[in-house]
């Protein structure tokens, strides 16, 4: 299997995932307030369960952006210099992403490590797995990112 095709498996499964954790969302937002303000009844779960499933879509979803270059860019100065130079800003910006994505997956697993005896209060189950997206999408932007880094590089050819 090719590193592209292994990227565009992480990231189908990263989209599936965040499909899943989008519905979690809504569902669990629509219950709790069905549950409040329908039945006079709140349930204490839904909120986290909502809260929970965000922190998962919005940070496996910047692995996704970071995948398919859709990030906030500006590009004022750099659409008005030389080809060469763009290609090395264009390197520069890679490797900074990949330490970014180094910071998450190193301080994300240690966040990890550090908070699984700690229980969410209403779910009862370990914060980190709640905190395992970081982890998790960091490894996701490093693997994307070298890909990326790696098409970037300009290819000599000797003849």
């Keep these: 299997m090719s590193l592209k095709k292994l990227s565009d498996f992480f990231d189908r499964v990263a989209k599936m995932v965040c499909v899943i954790m989008f519905v979690i969302m ?3 937002a629509i219950t709790q307030v069905f549950a409040r303000y329908v039945i006079n009844y709140p349930i204490s779960w839904t909120e986290e369960a909502a809260r929970y499933s965000f922190i998962w879509l ?3 979803g910047a692995s996704i952006a970071v995948k398919h270059g859709t990030h906030a860019v500006i590009t004022v100065i750099v659409d008005h210099i030389p080809t060469r130079l763009k290609t090395i800003i264009v390197l520069c910006v890679d490797v900074l992403v990949m330490f970014g ?3 998450m997956l190193t301080q994300g697993v ?3 490590t550090m908070t699984m ?3 969410t209060p209403a779910i009862h189950i370990p ?3 709640i905190y395992l997206s970081v982890p998790v999408s960091g490894l996701l932007i490093i693997f994307h990112k070298l890909l990326d880094f790696y098409t970037h590089i300009p290819r000599t050819s000797i003849d």
Excluded: E
């Design 26 to 28: 809504v569902i669990a």
């Design 58 to 60: 919005n940070i496996l």
């Design 101 to 103: 994505g180094y910071l």
């Design 110 to 112: 240690m966040l990890v």
């Design 117 to 119: 005896n700690q229980l």
């Design 127 to 129: 914060m980190g797995y």
